[in-house]
């Protein structure tokens, strides 16, 4: 299982370095695991594309806390070893 807050920090990672085609980009990757037959990674890409939509929408109508991957609410913390 692949923790909440990677699948936001992918999703960050894809608007900035695709921006307006990150679902595109997220759903073709998404499309090569299922081709594949990896349903695991089908699920996680499929996470992620919820979450990059989550954020776009953020940026474009509501606050957006500069340098976080993830909302404001429902921020998960993790202690680092």
Known sequence: MIPEIDIWRVANLMLTRYGDEAVA???KRAEELAADGDLGGVAVWLRVI?????LA???RSGP???GTAAPAVGLEF???P
């Not at 919820?50 to 989550?54: F, G, H, P, T, V």
């Open 78 to 80: 993790h202690r680092m």
């Open 57 to 59: 929408s953020q940026r």
């Open 64 to 66: 957006y806390i500069r």
């Open 50 to 54: 919820d979450a990059i939509r989550q």
């Open 25 to 27: 980009e997220g759903t």
